[in-house]
T-cell receptor, first 111, second 115 residues
Framework: DQQVKQNSPSLSVQEGRISILNCDYTNSMFDYFLWYKKYPAEGPTFLIS?????DKNEDGRFTVFLNKSAKHLSLHIVPSQPGDSAVYFCAATGHGQNFVFGPGTRLSVLP | NAGVMQNPRHLVRRRGQEARLRCSPM?????VYWYRQLPEEGLKFMVY????????ESGMPKERFSAEFPKEGPSILRIQQVVRGDSAAYFC?????????????FGDGTRLSIL
């Protein structure tokens, strides 16, 4: 029973365009959400997070949107750069629960 | 400002041997988490430890796996009598004390291969 889903295993985007990565969750107790980026042979690197009291958080080229009623969040990267090519993991936690990670989306930014 | 340090980076064992994976958290971090990643899958929580205490081991297999985080030294994930299915990347993460709603910071993992 996957509590955090990333339904797109992969995504290709042209350099300079917007990348939109999606994540859905089922557990209404989750109240803190994070995105991590992972390069091959490295550990996940924290990118950006959002608390359930907000619906948007922005950090440079990265913006995370949270739609609590739909139990959906998305990560927008604009403009996309070749160095953004990586696997992106969505994670959720809350009320003392451990982090639950999605299966990841592989983003390829084409020059 | 060293990050989370894991060693070894790669570990090869034969079936039936023991594997020991080590993790030193970031300076100032007292919470340690272990995750396992199988090929083409996400990270699966295994265990959450604080110094000298196991807080949550709900993700640990009931047999052959154990973890510790002693008062001095790194956290250790120990797998006894390894089997082929234990082949995976094992990641350690740490976070500072306090509010659980804060990012965990990951090491680069140990890739365990069972022959």
């Amino acid at each position: 029973d996957q509590q955090v889903k990333q339904n797109s295993p992969s995504l290709s985007v042209q350099e300079g365009r917007i990348s939109i990565l999606n994540c859905d969750y089922t557990n209404s107790m989750f109240d803190y959400f994070l995105w991590y980026k992972k390069y091959p042979a490295e550990g996940p690197t924290f990118l950006i997070s959002i608390s359930s009291i907000k619906d948007k958080n922005e950090d440079g080229r990265f913006t995370v949107f949270l739609n609590k009623s739909a139990k959906h969040l998305s990560l927008h990267i604009v403009p996309s750069q070749p160095g953004d090519s990586a696997v992106y993991f969505c994670a959720a936690t809350g009320h003392g629960q451990n982090f639950v990670f999605g299966p990841g989306t592989r983003l390829s930014v084409l020059p | 400002n060293a990050g989370v340090m894991q060693n070894p980076r790669h570990l090869v064992r034969r079936r039936g041997q023991e594997a020991r994976l080590r993790c030193s958290p970031m300076k100032g971090h007292s919470h340690v988490y272990w995750y396992r990643q199988l090929p083409e899958e996400g990270l699966k929580f295994m265990v959450y430890l604080q110094k000298e205490n196991i807080i949550d081991e709900s993700g640990m297999p009931k047999e052959r796996f154990s973890a510790e985080f002693p008062k001095e030294g790194p956290s250790i994930l120990r797998i006894q009598q390894v089997v082929r299915g234990d082949s995976a990347a094992y990641f350690c993460a740490s976070s500072p004390p306090g509010n659980s709603n804060q990012p965990q910071h990951f090491g680069d993992g140990t890739r365990l291969s069972i022959l």
